[in-house]
């Protein structure tokens, strides 16, 4: 399972107000058939699940500013994709979690 930020940033709107865009990305992700899970978080979503998938729904992502309008939309990704073990946004979460509590940081 690969895990995967975007962050998508439509350019040449006439608005410097995101939050419609980025309510059309977010519909765009319930809207995936494939299994995936993600978090919107201030300045990018997470996505985790097939990287197949996922590289499919971030060309989606990129695509629909231009369907809303934008001219020009740049679009960052960060992969993260592990081959020797399963992982899981949560349980990366939980793994620094107890690393702190165990103090071993």
Excluded: C
Aim: net charge neutral; aromatic share 4%.
């Amino acid at each position: 399972m690969a895990i995967v930020q975007v962050t998508v940033v439509p350019i040449g709107t006439g608005t410097t107000s995101l939050s419609g865009y980025v309510a059309a990305l977010q519909q765009v992700l319930d809207q995936t058939k494939e299994s995936i899970h993600y978090e919107l978080t201030p300045m990018s979503t997470i996505i985790e699940g097939d990287l197949d998938v996922l590289l499919r729904v971030v060309k989606e992502l990129h695509e629909k500013p231009f369907e809303q309008g934008a001219w020009r939309v740049s679009t960052s990704i960060t992969i993260d994709d592990r081959r020797d073990k399963a992982g899981t946004m949560a349980q990366k979460l939980e793994s620094v979690k107890k690393r702190r509590n165990e103090g071993s940081v």
